[in-house]
T-cell receptor
Framework: KAGVTQTPRYLIKTRGQQVTLSCSPISGHRSVSWYQQTPGQGLQFLFE???????NKGNFPGRFSGRQFSNSRSEMNVSTLELGDSALYLCASTENGLNTGELFFGEGSRLTVL | GENVEQHPSTLSVQEGDSAVIKCTYSDSASNYFPWYKQELGKGPQLIIDIRSNVGEKKDQRIAVTLNKTAKHFSLHITETQPEDSAVYFCAASASGGSYIPTFGRGTSLIVHP
């Protein structure tokens, strides 16, 4: 079984631009959650999508949004980028949601904002 | 909300030694405590987890202990090997919080051959 795939792996943007990141979960997994990883704040939960619906949301501004498609693939979007948005963005999938235990993470998309 | 503190931030040991990483949590409703290992350039991978109805769990060289009264849990790695070098994250989540995980800030474990 293929693992969680995230694209792109690396990207560089400038302040004010927007970015879209993609996550393909493990086949059969319906839950996709997103996390921001920075040296200062560690891993922080952004949101979770299950069957195309946002089920949980973390404490991030509205500039961070996401969606999930019928094939469970998910995208997250960050608008009006700020320098502080530079981070590794990780997605994780599970079969039925966060309550099932193990999160299967992708390798992340490293975003640099200049 | 939940707050998870993790110590130490860096741990350096000699091959064959034991390593212990400790986490404390604030929300007494938390009932699921996983540990993830993140190697350079990779995403975190679950290495062991424990639920609040169990005090200890072991898997070969790795063990986790949980003290619900004190609200802390620890990861124990025995007979460390160079391939154990990585960043380790603890996390806590609760059914009342929709199982949204709160992570510790990570421990960089360095095992010297």
């Amino acid at each position: 079984k293929a693992g969680v795939t995230q694209t792109p792996r690396y990207l560089i943007k400038t302040r004010g631009q927007q970015v879209t990141l993609s996550c393909s979960p493990i086949s059969g997994h319906r839950s996709v959650s997103w996390y921001q990883q920075t040296p200062g704040q560690g891993l922080q939960f952004l949101f979770e999508y299950f069957s195309e619906t946002q089920r949980n949301k973390g404490n991030f501004p509205g500039r961070f949004s996401g969606r999930q498609f019928s094939n469970s693939r998910s995208e997250m979007n960050v608008s009006t980028l700020e320098l502080g948005d530079s981070a590794l963005y990780l997605c994780a999938s599970t079969e039925n949601g966060l309550n099932t235990g193990e999160l299967f993470f992708g390798e992340g998309s490293r975003l640099t904002v200049l | 909300g939940e707050n998870v503190e993790q110590h130490p931030s860096t741990l350096s040991v000699q091959e064959g030694d034991s390593a212990v990483i400790k986490c404390t949590y604030s929300d007494s409703a938390s009932n699921y405590f996983p540990w993830y290992k993140q190697e350079l350039g990779k995403g975190p991978q679950l290495i062991i987890d424990i639920r609040s109805n169990v005090g200890e769990k072991k898997d070969q060289r790795i063990a986790v202990t949980l003290n619900k009264t004190a609200k802390h849990f620890s990861l124990h790695i025995t007979e460390t090997q160079p391939e154990d070098s990585a960043v380790y994250f603890c996390a806590a989540s609760a059914s009342g919080g929709s199982y949204i995980p709160t992570f510790g800030r990570g421990t960089s474990l360095i095992v010297h051959p």
